[in-house]
């Protein structure tokens, strides 16, 4: 079984200031880490995975996150935020096995930028 | 150019009527995915295609029904439509023989039940 747990609903930040959105997961196998993002009444868009490859992996729009095995965390930062990056983030965990790319999705952070 | 593609954006529609959603992608892939993100926005998975064959059928009533009709359509059709059905629908797509992980989401269709 899998599953993930992002730690904030609301996340609030200023421009400009560095942001942070938790992501902690357990799976059954070695798993696939997403980040999507959604903005509002749009769909969904990739911002970054990690699939066994480095632990630290850069995205769109200079936003990167670090999987770090012992904590099974998988936290979503950007150095400093602009207004449009204020939206709703995913965290969603991919087992490994025959999970036939089922996805599991976090419960969603909202983001919001303050000018 | 749109690379998953859903009609209805938009679907309204009275409690006990039929009604379909189509999804349509432009990859290449072979996998096809139904997604419900409730209005609470959790994301949930519903169905999974593989090559036509359903691969993954999570606990959906039976009132859903998927239909794959070739491996770049995955249609979601509802029967007796209930108040609780109104959501967010996204369908979504992966290339899942020689692929990456990548599923790649359609704009979504917003049903409201009435």
């Known amino acids: 079984a899998q599953s993930v747990t992002q730690l904030d609903s609301h996340v609030s930040v200023s421009e400009g200031t560095p942001v942070l959105l938790r992501c902690n997961y357990s799976s059954s196998y070695s798993p696939s880490l997403f980040w999507y993002v959604q903005h509002p009444n749009k769909g969904l868009q990739l911002l970054l995975k990690y699939t066994s490859a480095a632990t630290l992996v850069k995205g769109i729009n200079g936003f990167e996150a670090e999987f770090k095995k012992s904590e099974t965390s998988f936290h979503l930062t950007k150095p400093s935020a602009h207004m449009s990056d204020a939206a709703e983030y995913f965290c969603?965990?991919?087992?490994?096995?025959?999970?036939?790319?089922?996805?599991?999705f976090g419960q969603g952070t909202i983001l919001t930028v303050h000018p | 150019d749109t690379a998953v593609s859903q009609t209805p954006k938009y679907l309204v529609t009275q409690m006990g009527n039929d009604k379909s959603i189509k999804c349509e992608q432009n990859?290449?892939?072979?996998?096809m995915y139904w997604y419900k993100q409730d209005s609470k926005k959790f994301l949930k998975i519903m169905f999974s295609?593989?090559?036509?064959?359903?691969?993954i059928n999570e606990t959906v009533p039976n009132r859903f029904s998927p239909k794959s009709p070739d491996k770049a359509h995955l249609n979601l059709h509802i029967n007796s439509l209930e108040l609780g059905d109104s959501a967010v629908y996204f369908c979504a797509s992966r290339k899942q023989t020689g692929g990456t992980d990548t599923q790649y989401f359609g704009p979504g269709t917003r049903l409201t039940v009435l």
């Open positions: 295609y593989n090559n036509k064959e359903l691969i």
């Open positions: 969603v965990v991919r087992a490994g096995g025959t999970s036939y790319g089922k996805l599991t």
């Open positions: 990859l290449g892939h072979d996998t």
